[in-house]
């Protein structure tokens, strides 16, 4: 083979090849679906959007229910009661609750209480219940229909609320 002819076979080839190599590069690949947010996964497994704060950056969740959930900082959220979220939360995933849940605490009174577990009834009804104890706190659903913002500190009101009633005691421990 002369160089002449070698020179025709090698641009043949290239030119041939071409097309198939532009196609192959400007073809659409599938983009790797985006993984669903946290509040996402909520509804899926029957929860409401909003028992997390808007400031969540990013979470982990394995096939058994075990997940964390990461924060940008601690914070509150004032729902019927102050709720404080520390940076990370953690428990496990169940259709209607979380249960062995830590970072997540509600003040009564002047005491903060761990929430051990978040459930709501299934099918779903107005409730959620947060369990403190041996007590379930059940408060409105609508509450944590939308996705609240985290503040920093607890709210002045909340700071200079006073003690409620002996009273009330009865209700804590009641409801």
């Given at each position: 083979m002369t160089f002449n002819s070698r020179f025709h076979l090698g641009f043949?080839?290239?030119f041939i090849s071409t097309p198939f190599t532009i196609s192959f590069i400007l073809s659409p690949s599938p983009l790797p679906e985006p993984k669903?947010?946290?509040?996402?996964?909520?509804?899926?497994y029957g929860l409401?959007?909003?028992?997390?704060?808007?400031?969540?950056?990013?979470?982990?969740l394995d096939k058994d229910g075990n997940f964390e959930v990461f924060l940008k900082a601690p914070c509150y959220v004032e729902f019927e009661y102050l709720v404080y979220y520390a940076e990370?939360?953690?428990?496990?995933?169940?259709?209607?609750?979380?249960?062995?849940l830590e970072g997540i605490e509600v003040?009564?009174?002047?005491?903060?209480?761990?929430?051990?577990?978040?459930?709501?009834?299934?099918?779903?009804?107005?409730?959620?219940?947060f369990q403190i104890g041996f007590v379930n706190?059940?408060?409105?659903?609508?509450?944590?229909?939308?996705?609240?913002?985290?503040m920093k500190n607890g709210s002045l009101r909340q700071v200079l609320q006073l003690p409620a009633p002996v009273n009330d005691?009865?209700?804590?421990?009641?409801e």
């Open positions: 043949l080839i290239f669903p947010t946290v509040y996402d996964i909520l509804t899926v409401p959007r909003g028992i997390f704060p808007d400031t969540v950056e990013s979470y982990n990370k939360i953690s428990g496990k995933l169940g259709i209607g609750s979380i249960t062995e003040k009564r009174f002047l005491f903060w209480f761990n929430v051990k577990e978040i459930r709501v009834d299934l099918p779903l009804s107005d409730s959620v219940y706190k059940k408060l409105d659903i609508h509450q944590f229909e939308t996705i609240h913002s985290c005691i009865q209700m804590l421990i009641t």
